[in-house]
């Protein structure tokens, strides 16, 4: 495996941080999925109103923002905070001093979290309406 180095705008976490993103994803994934089948039961056993569908975007943004940052190497709150950290380790952050590196991970990581919110909107609406739906349908 080579090594990773922080590149401003483009990397700013290693293998031990990639890898935590990954699992907060899957944690993520996990929470969307209990999150849904427990929806949808409600509204079967309880005839639970649909728009309550709309708490799913919490675990479904979990999920995204571990996914998008993992597969970015690239953690959002760290571009937000000017640090980084491409060590072996999970505890050693570096603060990033350059302006021009801080505004082109301020962008990095705007965009990570625009990108999560938007998946995690499209998954959420689509849960709802299928909420809606099986509402109508009666099953």
């Known amino acids: 495996m080579s090594e990773i180095q922080y590149t401003a705008g483009l990397c700013n976490i290693g293998e031990a941080e990639i890898e935590k993103r ?10 969307t999925i209990i999150s849904i089948f427990a929806y949808l ?7 639970l109103n649909p728009i309550i569908g709309i708490f799913i975007f919490i675990p479904a943004l979990m999920l995204n923002i571990g996914f998008i940052q993992a597969r970015n190497k690239f953690c959002a709150a760290y571009g937000f905070t000017h640090q980084q950290n491409v060590s072996s380790g999970l505890s050693l952050t570096i603060k990033i001093e350059d302006n021009e590196s801080q505004m082109k991970d301020r ?8 990108q999560s919110i938007i998946n995690a909107l499209i998954i959420t609406i689509a ?5 809606i739906i099986f509402t109508q349908l009666g099953l």
């Open 22 to 31: 990954r699992r907060i994803g899957y944690l993520g994934l996990a929470l």
């Open 41 to 47: 039961s409600l509204i079967y056993f309880i005839q």
């Open 107 to 114: 962008n990095k990581a705007t965009k990570i979290i625009f």
């Open 127 to 131: 849960v709802v309406i299928g909420g």
